[in-house]
C-alpha cells in the first residue's frame, strides 16, 4: 500500500486519467474529489463489498437453482423407467 501526506488542494493522479484532490480536513474525516472516465467505475468499500456479497449469494442461489432442476429431471425420468409407469392403475 503506499501511503502520501496531502494537503486540502493537493492531488494524486492514478494512470493518467484519474485525479483524487483533497477537497476538506475537518477532525477525522477527510473529504476527497475524484475525476475519472466515464467508463470507470468509483465505489465506496462498504457498497463494493456488499455488491460482491449480493453476487456470491446470487451465484449460490442460481447453483441451488440449477442442482434442484437437475434432481427434478432425474426424478422424472426416475418415474418415466419405472416398472409400474406403464401400468393402468384403473381409475378410469
Given at each position: 500500500?503506499?501511503y502520501?501526506?496531502?494537503?486540502?488542494?493537493?492531488s494524486v493522479v492514478?494512470?493518467?486519467?484519474?485525479e483524487?484532490?483533497?477537497?476538506e480536513?475537518?477532525?477525522?474525516?477527510?473529504?476527497l474529489?475524484?475525476?475519472f472516465?466515464?467508463?470507470v467505475?468509483v465505489?465506496r468499500?462498504?457498497?463494493?463489498?456488499r455488491?460482491?456479497?449480493e453476487?456470491?449469494?446470487a451465484?449460490?442461489?442460481?447453483d441451488l437453482?440449477?442442482?434442484?432442476?437437475q434432481?427434478a429431471?432425474?426424478?422424472?425420468?426416475?418415474?418415466?423407467n419405472?416398472?409400474d409407469?406403464?401400468k393402468d392403475?384403473?381409475?378410469?
Open positions: 500500500m503506499l502520501l501526506t496531502r494537503k486540502v488542494g493537493d492514478i494512470d493518467d486519467n484519474i483524487v484532490t483533497v477537497v480536513v475537518r477532525g477525522k474525516t477527510v473529504k474529489g475524484f475525476t472516465p466515464e467508463d467505475q465505489l468499500r462498504e457498497l463494493y463489498d455488491i460482491q456479497e453476487n456470491r449469494s451465484a449460490a442461489s442460481a437453482v440449477r442442482q434442484l432442476g434432481v429431471n432425474a426424478v422424472a425420468d426416475n418415474m418415466k419405472s416398472p409407469a406403464d392403475d384403473g381409475k378410469d
